[in-house]
């Protein structure tokens, strides 16, 4: 396996994935993934595995939960989880990733307008921490009674991509102490080792 | 019985074309826009938005993690390529990416006034989500160039998502039907019978 990663976006929750996975991969830092199949230009980071081509966070996990079925990224096909696990994953992926697009559509705009984006992803960003603080009131990870890549993929946006935008942790006592309880799991700390020492 | 709450010509079309496709039993259950909905809906969307699907003991939000879930529950539907197959992780690309970085951005565009705190940049904030979703409909306009379908030889539920969308695109400036591959794309999914019986109650155009 192959996985391409911009130097500037170290896609934690996918290399932790694939620790979690136990899955020997081959980093390539780059700003250049190339084309896919097709004409269609590849998004970083980009997983090469065999004949699959896969990129976007969300997209690397979901495919390696099912290449790798007996790991914990992804719940048991036809269990309640593993539905909650989908819904995780797309809530996290076009709701509060986007945020983070959103604030990339400023370039080239005028400041006014860009000021006036930046205040409403922060502010929908909020409104997304309330909901997830509320969720996580009475469990542990996303999914309840167990950790998904769900959990892997909240706290590389809240702890590394959108971490300027995230109001005091204090304020999120369950939040905090998700994103705690992950970034002590070995692939975490495996996945910033390996990206400390690569660069 | 499978339960779908949706509203008309909204996120709940794909699931209902996934379900239609299946030749699942079900009932859907319309919701108005009008807060907060019958209790069964409250129980089940956390957010209050549709789509939301009860199907036993689960319970599933978010148009493509119940388009997911049923693609997964038929398999027989042949509504997304087996576990093992390469053109899986291209499914799970272009669901991600369909609801990612064309979804989300189509809302700014339907929707501004949600996205921006100052009236005054209205309009402004929907011509910079506009240049984005614009993008978008080039880049899945030139991957349909020559292609039946988003993913291998067949329909998959990802087709499914795409035929929902790109109505939403009808008030921009292009919308997704100007181009002649995603037309071309557009028009043949709508031969198909379970496409055809969700227009018809849906009254979509």
Redesign the interface.
């Known amino acids: 396996m192959r996985l391409q990663c911009s130097p500037a976006r170290p896609a934690t929750a996918v290399r932790a994935a694939l620790i979690e996975a136990g899955a020997p991969y081959e980093l390539v830092r780059t700003d250049d993934p190339g084309p896919a199949a097709g004409a269609r230009s590849q998004r970083l980071p980009a997983l090469v595995d065999g004949d699959a081509r896969v990129d976007g966070d969300a997209a690397i996990i979901l495919w390696l939960g099912d290449r790798y079925p007996d790991s914990p990224l992804t719940p048991a096909p036809a269990t309640p989880q593993r539905a909650d696990c989908f819904r995780w994953v797309a809530y996290l992926a076009n709701t509060v990733q986007t945020i983070g697009a959103r604030r990339g559509t400023v370039v080239g705009v005028e400041p006014d307008i860009a000021a006036t984006i930046r205040v409403g992803a922060a502010s929908d960003l909020a409104g997304a921490l309330e909901f997830i603080e509320r969720e996580l009131a009475h469990r542990d990870h996303l999914v309840a009674g167990r950790f998904t890549g769900a959990d892997l993929l909240l706290y590389q946006l809240v702890a590394i991509e959108l971490a300027d935008l995230v109001p005091s942790v204090a304020a999120h006592p369950n939040l905090s102490a998700h994103r705690t309880r992950i970034e002590a799991r070995p692939s975490v700390v495996g996945a910033r080792a390996e990206w400390a020492t690569s660069s | 019985m499978i339960t779908l709450f949706g509203i008309p010509a909204s996120a709940s079309t794909a699931p209902r074309i996934c379900l239609e496709e299946a030749g699942a039993r079900y009932r859907f259950v319309p919701i108005t826009r009008a807060p907060p909905g019958p209790p069964e809906f409250v129980a089940s969307s ?2 209050g938005k549709v789509p939301a699907l009860v ?1 036993g ?9 119940v388009v ?2 049923l693609s ?2 038929f398999p027989a539907a042949a509504l997304a390529p087996p ?2 197959d ?5 499914w ?2 272009w ?3 369909l ?3 064309l ?3 189509l809302y ?1 565009v339907i929707y501004p006034q949600r ?4 009236r005054l ?1 209205v309009g ?2 929907r011509h ?2 506009e ?2 979703v614009t993008e978008r409909l080039d ?1 899945i306009e ?2 349909l ?1 020559g ?1 039946e379908y988003l993913v291998g030889e067949h329909f998959t539920s990802a087709d499914a998502f795409l035929w929902m969308l790109v109505p939403w695109t009808r008030h921009m400036v292009r919308p997704g039907f100007v181009r002649p591959h995603t037309q071309a794309w557009f028009e043949r999914l709508m031969q198909r019978d379970s496409i055809a019986r969700v227009v018809a109650w849906e009254g979509i155009v």
């Open positions: 956390p957010h199907d003991d689960t319970v599933v939000t978010e148009s493509a993690a997911m879930h997964e529950r576990p093992d390469p053109l899986r992780a291209a799970y690309r669901l991600m990416f609801t990612a970085d979804q989300a951005p700014q996205f921006s705190p100052d940049m402004r904030v910079v989500a240049r984005t880049e030139q991957w160039d292609r």
